[in-house]
């Protein structure tokens, strides 16, 4: 019995200085840093009453703590998440194609697979799992493009090897090729459903950049399924929001991704693209 409540003291003891020195690893952060800095800042000109030297940093501080110690970037990327519903694989009917859309992977010259996932990389391997599931006959992958001495090549036809690979040449993979953007996967995607005549294709990319995406491939008549992945928001991941905590990095690039999304939008609207 003593040596149960001793072990479970050394653990809670250990516990606590893991949880000490993360803490301390994130104060010694840049980010934190700044933060902390731009406050003591902030509350020596208030001291000496100095408002007009303290306006400038103060409305710096307030930025950087509402982007990195709130949840407000994560309920603003889940407000594009939640447009559509979230699927489940095993209860999806099966579709005549999977587009997986590109920015899952990447080629690389160091990696021993010959290529590198990419934060989006949900997409890939949400698209090769409806593929294994036997939800469609055929995954077409899209993407964009990588200089390889002086030539433009395919991030898409890179992946698609590996694809071929992994899932058995009786399960074929394709490439939309070299892909500016969006727009262009839906062009070249489009081209394909005229060709091949499909009735059903399962639109597989980001939750976060889903709106624009399924817009986009609808106008130009492609009859899609959207299959969200690759969920950023907390409350959408581990169903639990953060109130208030130290800076991260994480809600910069949270934040990031949703503006390039608002103004990405804002831009294909213009376009008459979606």
């Not at 294709?201 to 995406?213: E, G, Q």
Request: charged share 15%; with cysteine; net charge positive.
């Amino acid at each position: 019995m003593q040596l149960k409540f001793a072990n479970s003291v050394a653990q809670d003891t250990s516990a606590e200085e893991c949880y000490g020195m993360r803490s301390l690893i994130v104060l010694l952060q840049p980010l934190c840093c700044v933060w902390l800095l731009l406050g003591a800042w902030i509350a020596f000109a208030c001291l000496r009453r100095r408002w007009r030297i303290a306006a400038v940093p103060a409305l710096a501080w307030v930025i950087l703590t509402a982007l990195t110690c709130t949840p407000l970037a994560s309920l603003l990327i889940s407000s594009l998440e939640n447009t559509h519903p979230r699927v489940s694989i095993h209860d999806l009917a099966p579709a005549d194609v999977i587009v997986c859309l590109g920015g899952g992977a990447e080629p690389s010259r160091s990696e021993p697979s010959g290529f590198h996932l990419k934060p989006s990389g949900d997409r890939l391997t949400t698209g090769m799992i409806l593929l294994a599931q036997q939800k469609a006959p055929l995954l077409v992958l899209g993407g964009g493009g990588y200089e390889d001495q002086g030539k433009m090549l395919s991030e898409a036809d890179r992946v698609a090897d590996m694809a071929r690979s992994l899932t058995g040449s009786a399960q074929p993979v394709l490439s939309l090729g070299v892909c500016a953007d969006t727009r262009d996967e839906a062009l070249k995607a489009a081209a394909m459903t005229k060709e091949k005549g499909w009735k059903r294709v399962l639109l597989v990319t980001s939750a976060y950049h889903m709106p624009r995406a399924a817009a986009a491939f609808q106008k130009m008549g492609i009859p899609i399924v959207p299959v969200p992945c690759n969920y950023l928001s907390s409350i959408n991941r581990v169903g639990t929001l953060h109130w208030l905590h130290l800076p991260h990095a994480e809600g910069l690039s949270v934040f990031d991704t949703w503006l390039h999304e608002m103004l990405g939008t804002w831009f294909y609207h213009s376009k008459g693209w979606m």
